[in-house]
């Protein structure tokens, strides 16, 4: 009896150990997984910088060239042909290459906050996917603490671009809320809803709720907020609350200071509309 009790005991010291390397390797895990978030996030903002400054130059640079060569060439409609297609090709480009820079990173979020930018990517995203959606957004257009509104933004993306993809819907909705306490950022599409099972999967933190979903997740939990979903056979909820705290709003908006990015010109949301999926 006495050998069996110390065996149990041991069992229970190793049973012990093993669930406290668990937990520390699970928190390691949770903390590289935000890290990495992070330096996409600055990645995504150094690219769009990139984009705008560098290749959209370049770009500007050869349709002025191109305006010359045409002076150039009036007099020979063939050649002028010619340089008018290469002009048109030249102002495709500029294009993508704008809303590319934007989709990577909204000038807007930088300049006037998630309200706004939110309020920008909806309404190009219906002109783009054919969707009809509906848009509710605070009255209160306060800023928010910088890792909010990115947190916010792209969950926002992830969620309409999962509506545009799976839901087969042709109309749905996006609010957003501030209240003293918490910020709720809510997409409802009205499709074909997700099946019982497969519902309960993505409820779950697993490797089968996929990349987005779980990029999503840990954006939220970084923030001590959570995602919820919902769903009935003809509409699916994407729900998205994160809370406000007084101290993090305080050292997350002097995280702005700095910040460099390209300015949004007047035409961004028609940009948008030719963004490839």
């Known amino acids: ?46 690219m769009a910088r990139d984009l705008h400054d560098s290749t959209g130059q370049t770009l500007a640079a050869l349709k002025i060239n191109i305006s010359l060569l045409k002076e150039e060439c009036k007099q020979d409609k063939r050649v002028m042909v010619i340089v008018t297609d290469v002009a048109e090709l030249a102002d495709t480009a500029i294009e993508e290459i704008r809303t590319m820079s934007y989709l ?20 190009g995203f219906a002109t783009r996917s054919g969707i009809n959606v509906s848009l509710e957004l605070d ?20 969620s309409l671009t999962n ?24 997409v409802k ?10 519902l309960a999967r993505l409820r ?28 009935t056979g003809h509409e699916t909820t994407m729900r998205a609350t994160v809370p406000l705290f007084p101290r993090l709003q305080q050292a997350d908006f002097g995280n702005r200071e700095g910040i460099v990015h390209a300015p949004a010109p007047t035409d961004a949301i028609s940009n948008f509309a030719a963004a490839p999926d």
């Open 163 to 186: 509506v545009h993809r799976h839901s087969g819907a042709t109309e749905a909705s996006v609010s957003f809320k501030r209240l003293p306490e918490v910020a709720i950022l809510e």
């Open 189 to 198: 599409d009205f499709g074909c809803g997700i099946p019982t099972e497969r």
């Open 139 to 158: 009255s209160q257009r306060m800023r928010l603490p910088t890792s909010v509104e990115i947190a916010l933004f792209r969950v926002l993306q992830e």
């Open 204 to 231: 779950q933190t697993s490797a089968e709720t996929g990349v987005g979903l779980a990029g999503m997740r840990e954006r939220l939990n970084e923030l001590s907020g959570k995602l919820e979903i919902e769903s």
């Open 1 to 46: 009896m006495w050998i069996l009790s110390k065996q149990s005991k041991q069992l229970a010291l190793s049973h012990a150990q093993l669930e406290s390397v668990i937990l520390e390797r699970t928190a390691e895990l949770q903390i590289l997984s935000q890290r990495l978030l992070k330096v996409q996030d600055e990645e995504r903002r150094k």
């Open 104 to 123: 990577l990173h909204p000038p807007l979020l930088d300049e006037v906050g998630f309200t706004c930018a939110a309020e920008w990517y909806v309404e």
